[in-house]
């Protein structure tokens, strides 16, 4: 387990520093952060030789990178080069507005879809299954920023213009540390992302379920007169969960990440549109600074994604 | 397995709370009570020359507050280090220049008394020496005196190679300031800057606000100071004291703003950066005001009346198409572009006919619904405007007798093709722009008018990031890879802002000098001399007369191709009631007299 455990370190190291080799190349072949000045009449030639030569543009690309790099490996991400504050500052005020955000969709996301995905796969080709998948494939087939925007107009605008309750847009200040109004500003870009997310989840879990109730040992359960609620619980669902654990695993990362339209669309003062924001600008300390977190997360989710592995399912060893 | 997922995601949530408790505390200035301040001094209190207070004027309990919405937060409150139009906005908020543009695009007073003129002593004779008197008794918003030392030492700032400022242009032709008494800058340039108005102002284009020498002397690398993020006084009527970035940020009355008190009692700027969430939370009163809105939007806003007004403000920003006019040889060894330049451009009668072949009338009349113009010039609904010049009418028979003049006749395939530099050249050109959707929409028109006279025009969208790009990055301008582009700029709030670096040989961009802002990539001499004769006068009269000349001059040789002029278009609630603005002052200049219904 130990070694196992240092193996995978070492690969991890390996594979973050490729990952930033690529995401720098990406980034910098993206934008230009001089770009954003390339029309500004009040800056001179001289004023955007100076610029260049401040940013440490006029390196070459591999000195750049490397520049960071240095930066990355004592944990300093640099200062953004348009609002000139740490790159760490940036994220800091930025990633607890995205993990109440993320982590509340992803709990009720994944509660709904093991529902949905359970009583698809126990009542397959009823009515329920019919409506449920076509349920899901019209959520997931939807873009986000329609389903967001929607939702804003329908719950928040034409329930204003009809008298009736409403909920905020998102757009309006309120008090982060009240309960009743983060629940408030929470329901409609919960609900956008829920809706999203539950569809590919539920039809997961539905596949694996309806692969586990045919094997011989569901039968065998059901055959020592074990009750349905047993038999789907304690014996299918554990072992019909195992591509779901994998499917968590990886996707609690993203979650660091952000939901760019989804903050984009409720104003929501996240890592999704802070990366989006800035990415747009060529920033790259503070792209390549939040691509690092989420880089590093995936590597490390991983490889708890595989520990649990061996709890989910004794059968499976790390050696 | 439920019991080790749910911890791990137990663990998350206990993360996130602890994260949300522990960052993005907002930083809040201690507050007072409101001080009777509701009048600029009167003359008897301005001998006693006492501050009005120490700090912001606390939000009264049923106090007057309106929220705005902006899609982009300003890198900082000091547009000395930001090129965002918010920068500029927020300075204009809380902190004041020595002049400023009023909401009729005049130059008027803002710390000032009066604005330097030769009547007045103000500007000398030789227009090397401009004299500022200060207002009498100004205090920053913390009590501390307000004075010429804060002109100086804003100068040494901008100056000070430890300081990362975005241009020192002008200031870097001052030679001295003197400051004989707390309310006299006498300014000495080392040679004739004209644009003199624009250093030490606030305008739309311009960064000018004076900085409090006693919070930041002594300091280097203001830019990471933490005034410019987290400020904690001012010299505007707002004081800025909440910012959660990404969020919001809250202003409270500047007890000692020299224009008085403001009528509102808070103002609070919320960060949304999609116009159609503006727009949904205009119509629901979550927010005041929009600034931004595209002109595609006019309708969409329009149709929202009364409960949300719009306002559109044309502007002196333009849309133009330019031509690659480019050559690798230059002109005396001047102004090599990397590329020859596509050769048919080389003649007026072309560049003329593609003007002429461009409905421009109906792009503003339908795609703009009319509400802005096609400008004869660079110079916009300014005073500037040479207003002997009209813009050339769409007129698709005499473009194609131009195009046959010039020698380029119908081909088989519909496309003109004719010789050029002694070779067959089809007039089929890429035309380069960003991927905004109203460029789109307009480059698609173009395209349909120009097949019309028998001209290929291939529209290419590029993100800004990259059609902007710079030299060293293969940008598509400075590397002159392209045919023809566009995009919008504009020469403001002085007539000469940025239009020696847009048309002179010296900025043709090249590897000699790669920051080069000559997008034309023009070299002409004729072009050059007219350049330094609007540049070599301060008297207004004859600075007119040269720019006229200046504008004559591109107009004539159909140098671009104006498009429209921009326009600003702002939506309001009809509870909010701005005071009048203009493109120059913009929203913001006098939001002392804000009010609501």
């Not at chain 1, 940036?90 to 969709?105: E, F, G």
């Not at chain 1, 449920?132 to 939702?151: N, R």
């Not at chain 2, 902006?70 to 139009?85: A, K, L, R």
């Not at chain 2, 710390?111 to 330097?116: F, G, I, Q």
Request: hydrophobic fraction near 45%.
């Amino acid at each position: 387990m130990w070694s196992y455990l240092f193996r995978r370190m070492i690969q991890a190291i390996f594979t973050l520093l490729i990952i930033t080799v690529l995401c720098f190349i990406l980034t910098r072949l993206s934008a230009d952060p001089m770009a954003q000045y390339a029309t500004s009449a009040r800056m001179t030639t001289e004023d955007r030789e100076a610029l260049r030569e401040r940013l440490g543009l006029n390196d070459p690309l591999p000195v750049q990178y490397f520049k960071w790099l240095g930066l990355a490996l004592q944990g300093e991400l640099g200062n953004s080069f348009f609002s000139k504050q740490p790159v760490s500052l940036m994220i800091s005020q930025r990633l607890p507005n995205t993990l109440i955000l993320m982590v509340t969709a992803e709990i009720i996301t994944v509660s709904l879809a093991l529902v949905l995905g359970i009583l698809s796969a126990v009542k397959q080709y009823s009515v329920v299954d019919n409506v449920i998948t076509t349920l899901s494939f019209i959520g997931f087939s939807m873009p986000i920023f329609f389903i967001a925007l929607g939702l804003m107009l329908i719950f928040s605008v034409q329930f204003k213009a009809w008298g009736l309750p409403y909920l905020p847009t998102g757009a309006d200040i309120w008090d982060k540390k009240d309960p009743v109004e983060l629940i408030q500003h929470l329901i409609l870009p919960v609900s956008a992302l829920v809706i999203i997310l539950t569809a590919g989840y539920a039809r997961y879990i539905r596949a694996s379920m309806l692969e586990v109730l045919g094997l011989d040992y569901v039968r065998t359960a059901r055959a020592k007169g074990l009750t349905s609620r047993a038999v789907l619980f304690k014996h299918a669902l554990r072992n019909a969960a195992l591509p779901l654990v994998t499917i968590i695993g990886l996707d609690i990362p993203f979650l660091l990440g952000g939901a760019l339209v989804t903050e984009q669309v409720y104003a929501w003062p996240g890592m999704g549109r802070l990366f989006w924001e800035y990415a747009q600008r060529g920033d790259f300390p503070v792209v390549l600074g939040i691509l690092l977190i989420i880089s590093t997360a995936v590597v490390i989710f991983t490889i708890i994604t595989d520990i649990v592995y061996t709890f989910v399912d004794p059968r499976i060893r790390l050696s | 397995m439920k019991r080790k997922l749910s911890v791990l995601l137990s663990l998350l949530v206990l993360a996130s709370v602890v994260l949300a408790a522990c960052g993005g505390t907002p930083t809040e200035a201690p507050a007072t009570e409101a001080p009777s301040v509701t009048e600029a001094p009167s003359a008897s209190e301005a001998a006693a020359c006492e501050p009005a207070g120490t700090e912001p004027i606390a939000f009264p309990d049923g106090g007057k507050t309106v929220t705005g919405a902006w899609d982009q937060e300003p890198d900082s409150i000091v547009p000395y280090f930001s090129q965002m139009s918010y920068a500029i906005w927020i300075t204009q908020l809380t902190l004041a220049g020595l002049g400023e543009w009023d909401a009729d695009g005049n130059f008027v007073a803002e710390l000032a008394a009066e604005v330097p003129s030769a009547e007045n002593g103000g500007v000398s004779a030789d227009g090397l020496t401009i004299t500022w008197k200060l207002r009498e008794c100004l205090f920053w918003s913390d009590g501390e005196p307000l004075t010429s030392s804060d002109v100086k030492f804003t100068w040494e700032a901008v100056m000070d190679p430890g300081n990362a400022v975005l241009s020192r242009s002008g200031y870097e032709k001052i030679a001295s300031i003197d400051t004989p008494d707390e309310t006299t800058v006498v300014i000495t340039f080392s040679e004739l800057y004209p644009g003199w108005q624009t250093l030490f102002t606030q305008g739309p284009n311009n960064s000018g606000a004076i900085l409090p020498m006693h919070i930041l002397e002594g300091q280097s690398a203001l830019e990471s100071n933490d005034f410019i993020h987290q400020p904690t006084v001012g010299s505007g009527p707002w004081v800025i004291t909440e910012w959660i970035p990404g969020d919001y940020m809250t202003l409270l009355p500047n007890p000692n703003f020299h224009g008085g008190r403001p009528k509102l009692d808070q103002v609070q700027i919320r960060f949304i950066p999609d116009p159609a969430t503006a727009l949904a939370a205009l119509q629901t009163g979550d927010v005041d005001w929009f600034p931004n809105f595209s002109e595609a939007e006019i309708s969409t806003v329009g149709a929202l009346e009364p409960d949300v007004h719009l306002i559109v403000v044309p502007g002196a920003d333009f849309e133009h198409y330019f031509f690659n006019l480019g050559t690798t040889t230059g002109v005396d060894g001047k102004g090599a572009a990397d590329q020859d330049g596509f050769c048919p451009f080389k003649d007026v009668n072309v560049r003329k006919a593609i003007t002429l072949g461009i409905n421009r009338q109906a792009i503003v009349d339908t795609l703009l619904e009319g509400k802005t113009t096609v400008p004869s010039t660079q110079w916009p609904n300014s005073s500037w405007t040479n207003s002997s010049l009209t813009p050339d009418a769409y007129n698709p028979d005499e473009a194609a007798a131009l195009l046959d003049t010039a020698g380029y006749t119908l081909g088989a395939d519909g496309i003109r093709a004719g010789e050029c530099n002694g070779e067959t050249v089809k007039l089929s050109f890429n035309f380069e722009t960003t991927t905004s959707q109203i460029r789109i929409d307009i480059a698609t028109i173009v395209q349909s008018d120009l097949a019309k006279i028998g001209v290929e025009f291939k529209p290419i969208h590029t993100p800004a990031g990259t059609f902007f790009g710079s030299y060293a990055d293969s940008g598509v301008m400075p590397t002159g890879n392209y045919n023809m582009a566009g995009y919008t700029t504009g020469f403001y709030p002085d007539p000469m802002t940025g239009v020696l670096d847009s048309y002179s040989c010296a900025n043709v961009p090249n590897a000699a000098s790669p920051s080069g802002a000559n997008n034309y990539l023009i070299c002409d001499p004729a072009l050059d001399d007219l350049l330094a004769a609007a540049n070599a006068t301060a008297d207004p009269a004859a600075r007119k007369t040269a720019i006229d000349e200046l504008q004559k001059y591109i107009y004539d040789n159909y140098y671009v191709v104006m498009m429209y002029a921009r326009a600003n278009v702002y939506g309001h609630t009809d509870r909010f009631v701005p005071a009048p603005f203009g493109f120059f002052s913009n929203l913001n200049w006098n939001s002392e007299a804000w009010d609501v219904k």
